[in-house]
Structures are given as structure tokens and as C-alpha cells.
């Protein structure tokens, strides 16, 4: 992490390389995809428009 | 009926739910929210939430994806019959769960949450390669550049807080000695590889994906930092039978019948660096036309 975290006991290494991802990707992952209610799937959580996958290149 | 224990908001869910309505099979999906309560009704056990409400013997197959079947406990005034009820009501709920997982199913909650560190010395035991691995709280035996480390928890990502945004913590090489002694960490010999290897695995079927991640300096260590302008190529790929039938043994030595399980190729060898039982297999099923989704719902 790019700042120090304030801890009473010690940390794994891992936390030393932590990666703050959330603010930064939000927007290519689609981080504001609309969600509806839905009884047929049981969630409130059914994504109504599907994130943009990028075209893969096959061999 | 079909039982799916899983989140509200969960799209592998979602996908595999298409396929069971398009086949017209009947579901119930438990949320992590749900508190259940265990009743009887004419010797049938059933159990209710406030959303939920089955009994155990309308249940014909289970599909266990996240969260689990929580249930309500009373609690009583009296420290002594407190304990005594405490261990009543537990063996009434084991014997809930026991009773589903006895079904046929795809995971188990039981099961399904696995120790990163058990997992390797079983892969050693059924002859899977694995990189040579160790627990240290400083970094005097990490040879640096050429050792990676990575937490020991299933789940990598820290939520935010206080002026930290959400982090995650990817598999990162050891470049400097750390002066300080640090909490117990995983560390593990970095493998240069040809590309890596995620396979989807589901009853002995592998559906398996070469990810080329190796050429992209953003990607090479950890795939899952995405390069999202030039994203990583990935292709179709057959595991070596041999190899397919050491995973198989490894997956039933950990009590599993599905899961996301990762490789990376170097040379002739496949290296096993571990399983994920509620990874993410959406991308790799759409990219290669698998259907992993459309399998899982079949077998339900």
C-alpha cells in the first residue's frame, strides 16, 4: 500500500504490496452497471447490461 | 428441487440459473442473509428463513457456490442447560447439513473452504509439481528476484477503509530484504513460465484455458492484473491425461468435485500452484465456449 497502515501487531508481507484497484478500474470494469430485482433469478442483484469484455486474439 | 446456497448478488449464479430455467428445472436459492430456523411437521424436517421455507426431502440435488446455510440458535438463562442446548441445536443443524451434502451435489460447504497450505502438501502427495514453498517472518532465506509471495487467505482483497480505497493483494516477486521481521507470510520459488493454465473443473471434466500472460510486464506475474487495453491472449488448451488424473486424485483427497484450479506451464513441466472452489469462471467459459455454466446446471 502506498501509505503505512497504523497497526498494533505486525502485518503479512502482502500487505506491503497491496494494490488499491476500486477508484482506479471502476469505470473499465464497469463499476456503474445498473442492476434490477428479479423473482425469476431470486436476486435483487440481475445485471441488467453485461460488462464490456475486450475481443481475445486466438492463435 | 434444486438447492443453490450462494449470494444475492452473484453473476456465476445468475448464468447458471439461464440454464436451469431454460431447462425448466425447479430451483431455490439461499442469500448469505438468510437465518434459518429448524422445524417438523408430521416427522419431515424443513427449515425457514424469511425468505425461504423447504423441507429436507424436496431437496434432489445441491449446488454450493458462497455464503451457507446459517441457522438461528436460542439461547437460554441457565448457563448448564444453555450448554446442553447449545450441543442439542448444533447436532440438529449438522445433521441438516449433513442430510444435504448427502445429496447429489456440486461442493459442499462443509468442504469447500480450503487451507492454500493443505492443498499443496496433498498436491505434493498425489505427484503433482509444486514450487518449492515456505513460511518465514523475515526475508533472510528469500532469494530475491526469483521468489514471489502471496497471501494464504482465499480471499486477496482488503475493503476499504478509513483514506484506503478497496486493495488487492497480487502474487508479487521479492525484489529488496525487508529489515524487520514481519507476521508469518507465504513464500514460494518463482516458476518462469510459458504461459499459465486455468482449468475449470467439474466431476473429472477439466475445461482448461492457456492464459499468455508472460509478455505483458503488467501481467506476468499475476494474470489478474488485467491489462484491459491490450488484455492477455487465451486459448483452449488439453491437459496431459497424467496430469488430469493426479488433479482428479487431488480433488478427491480434498473432497471436491468443482473448482478453478491453476497451472503454469514451463517447459515440459505443469506446475500446480492451487484451487480456488468459488473462483471466477465466467471469463475463461465465455472466451473458450465452454459452457462451464450450462454443465453445472445439467448436472444439477
Redesign the interface.
Known amino acids: 500500500?502506498k501509505?503505512y497502515?497504523k497497526e498494533k501487531?505486525?502485518?503479512?508481507?502482502?500487505?506491503k504490496?497491496?494494490?488499491?484497484?476500486?477508484?482506479k478500474?471502476a469505470d473499465?470494469?464497469g463499476g456503474n452497471i445498473p442492476?434490477a430485482k428479479c423473482e425469476?433469478?431470486?436476486?435483487?442483484?440481475?445485471?441488467l447490461v453485461k460488462p464490456f469484455?475486450?475481443l481475445?486474439?486466438?492463435? | 428441487m434444486i438447492l443453490i446456497i450462494s449470494k444475492n448478488q452473484e453473476t456465476t449464479t445468475n448464468e447458471v440459473i439461464k440454464w436451469l430455467l431454460s431447462m425448466d428445472k425447479k430451483f431455490i436459492r439461499v442469500h448469505e442473509d438468510e437465518f434459518f430456523e429448524i422445524k417438523v411437521q408430521q416427522k419431515r424436517l424443513y427449515i425457514e428463513s424469511y425468505r425461504n421455507k423447504f423441507f429436507l426431502d424436496e431437496i434432489s440435488s445441491v449446488w454450493y457456490r458462497r455464503g451457507g446455510i446459517k441457522f438461528k440458535r436460542l439461547q437460554y438463562n441457565n448457563p448448564s442447560v444453555d450448554a446442553h442446548m447449545a450441543e442439542h441445536q448444533h447436532w440438529l443443524e449438522d445433521y441438516v447439513i449433513k442430510t444435504l451434502e448427502s445429496k447429489k451435489h456440486i461442493n459442499k460447504q462443509s468442504t469447500s473452504h480450503v487451507n492454500k497450505l493443505h492443498v499443496l502438501e496433498e498436491a505434493k502427495k498425489v505427484g503433482l509439481a509444486v514450487p518449492e514453498y515456505f513460511l518465514a517472518d523475515n526475508t533472510g532465506d528469500v532469494l530475491l528476484n526469483s521468489t514471489i509471495t502471496k497471501p494464504i487467505t482465499g480471499n486477496i482483497m482488503i475493503d476499504a477503509f478509513d483514506n484506503y480505497q478497496d486493495s488487492i493483494m497480487y502474487t508479487t516477486v521479492i525484489g529488496e530484504k525487508e529489515q524487520d521481521t514481519f507476521f508469518i507470510s507465504f513464500f514460494q520459488e518463482k516458476i518462469e513460465k510459458d504461459f499459465e493454465i486455468r482449468s475449470f473443473y467439474l466431476n473429472g471434466e477439466t475445461y482448461s484455458t492457456a492464459i499468455f500472460s508472460q509478455n505483458d510486464a503488467q501481467t506476468r506475474t499475476d494474470f489478474r492484473k488485467y491489462n484491459l487495453e491490450k488484455p492477455n491472449r487465451n486459448v483452449r488448451y488439453n491437459l496431459p491425461k497424467a496430469i488430469v488424473e493426479k488433479l482428479k486424485r487431488l480433488m478427491q483427497s480434498l473432497d471436491l468435485n468443482c473448482g478453478s484450479v491453476d497451472f503454469i506451464k514451463s517447459g515440459e513441466k505443469y506446475y500446480f500452484l492451487e484451487v480456488n472452489t468459488v473462483g471466477q469462471f465466467l471469463g475463461v467459459s465465455t472466451i473458450c465456449n465452454y459452457s462451464a455454466e450450462k454443465a453445472i446446471a445439467e448436472y444439477l
Open positions: 500500500m501509505q497502515i501487531h505486525k502485518l503479512p508481507l502482502t500487505f504490496f497491496a494494490e488499491e484497484f476500486k477508484a478500474n473499465k470494469n442492476y425469476k433469478y431470486q436476486s435483487d442483484f440481475l445485471m469484455k475486450s481475445v486474439r486466438m492463435l
